[in-house]
């Protein structure tokens, strides 16, 4: 195994190794307020790094798949990290640790994705660290936040010096590791429209082993009335360049009776929806075909969960 421990050393390609070390020079801000924050980023965004939890970034780092000029700590933001109700909505800070969304009886009461999605998340200590903004900005397929927010079509707000501008997460991703953000920009907070009474919502993750990346995931949130889906939304993640939607097979879904043998049946299109790749943790073939299994069991705890009632 190659080990680079010299900052002399520079690859060509990033370094598939993990250094242990960072190796690279860079300046270290950390601001005290949003403002200075912000202020920091409107001068140096383009060769900056905000850091949060870290678990992203300085792995990153190591293995110099990334190499900032300047390095801006916003820990110490502690006024973007915060869940809270007001009226139809719940605002996270961008600097909810996981832990919090975790312990967090508004996560729990209302949005059973987000909550199944926060319990395979990493183990505790990475939950303890990382960040819900962290988490969205890093832009992997994979993000375990990222299908339960589509599913119940969350925005977020991104601030820059210039002002704040609100964003669906639907159009967050623009590929792997890129999102809309503009250089001087900071994610700020996320806000999730409480779901409407009687919608169900789950989310599933297969992995290789526990605390893994995921395979493949989903989210789902379903509402039935008077035995018919009223509401349906479906997103996967790992299965693209981004976290999708399968706006499709939603679509075939709605207004239908709902059955179990419907739900089989029709969930057979988010296949068509996706566009795996072969890679370190799974095959485009096995995305595709589990993508199915994943979406249906999804929608039917969805279901389940209105019925019997929800509370983990
Ligand atoms: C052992 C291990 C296990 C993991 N398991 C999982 C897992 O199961 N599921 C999963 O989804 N992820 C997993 N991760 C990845 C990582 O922990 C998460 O993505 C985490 O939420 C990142 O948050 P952070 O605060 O550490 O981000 P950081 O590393 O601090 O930042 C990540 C990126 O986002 C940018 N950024 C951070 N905050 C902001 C902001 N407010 N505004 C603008 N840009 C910002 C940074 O500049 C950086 O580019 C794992 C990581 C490790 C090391």
Wanted: charged share 25%; aromatic share 6%; hydrophobic share 40%.
């Amino acid at each position: 195994m190659i080990v680079m421990a010299q900052t002399s050393i520079k690859p060509s390609r990033h370094n598939l190794y993990n250094t242990h070390i960072i190796p690279v020079s860079f300046e270290y801000f950390a601001p005290a307020n949003l403002q200075e924050a912000l202020e920091l980023l409107d001068k140096y965004g383009a060769d900056a790094k905000i850091l949060a939890g870290g678990t992203d970034l300085l792995v990153k780092m190591k293995m110099r798949v990334v190499e900032p000029k300047y390095v801006i700590n916003i820990k110490k933001l502690k006024e973007l990290a915060y869940i809270k109700e007001e009226g139809n909505v719940v605002r996270i800070g961008a600097l909810t640790k996981w832990r919090q969304l975790e312990k967090s009886d508004i996560i729990k009461k209302y949005f059973p994705a987000l909550y199944d999605a926060v319990l395979v998340m990493a183990g505790t200590q990475i939950r303890n660290m990382a960040t819900i903004g962290g988490n969205l900005c890093n832009a992997s397929p994979a993000a375990d936040s990222a299908p339960p927010l589509m599913v119940y079509e969350a925005k977020v707000v991104l601030a820059s010096k210039d002002g704040e501008r609100e964003v669906p997460i639907t159009e967050f991703f623009t590929g792997p590791g890129r999102t809309v953000m503009k250089p001087n920009e900071l994610l700020k907070e996320i806000v999730i429209p409480k779901p409407e009474e009687g919608t169900g919502s789950a989310f599933i993750k297969v992995t290789r082993t526990a605390m893994d990346l995921a395979k493949i995931s989903a989210a789902t949130a379903l509402k039935v009335e008077d035995g018919k889906i009223k509401l349906v939304r479906i997103a996967i993640g790992s299965a693209a360049p981004t976290p999708v939607r399968c706006r499709k097979t939603e679509e075939a879904l709605t207004g239908k009776p709902f059955t179990p043998e419907l739900i089989r049946e029709t969930v057979k299109m988010v296949q068509d929806e996706i566009s795996p790749i072969d890679d370190v943790r799974s095959t485009a073939f096995y995305r595709k075909e589990v993508s199915k299994v994943i979406v249906e069991d999804a929608l039917m705890i969805s279901h389940e969960r209105v019925i019997k009632g929800w509370f983990k």
